[in-house]
């Protein structure tokens, strides 16, 4: 697997796991809706990684996104 932090801009996955045990980190994400199992599209890598996730949108740094493993899948014409 990879990280979100391997996709480009424009491109979706699916949220497979993620790679901590600290519970803040874990909370916080699942607050934002990112947990395995959702689908999300990177929709901007910087200066912050912008993730759609549904009909919401998060900023994450690189640290963060280094954390979400992901399984890449086609990309969607708009």
Do not use: Y
């Not at 979706?12 to 599209?41: H, W, Y």
């Not at 690189?62 to 086609?74: C, H, K, S, T």
């Amino acid at each position: 697997m990879v990280t979100l932090t391997a996709l480009q801009a424009g491109e979706q996955g699916l949220v497979t796991a993620l790679r901590t045990q600290d519970e803040t980190i874990v909370n916080k994400l699942f607050a934002m809706g990112i947990s395995p199992g959702v689908v999300c599209v990177l929709e901007q890598r910087f200066p912050s990684f912008i993730v759609k996730v549904g009909r919401s949108r998060a900023a994450l740094n690189r640290d963060i996104a280094a954390l979400i493993e992901i399984q890449p899948l086609p990309s969607v014409a708009p």
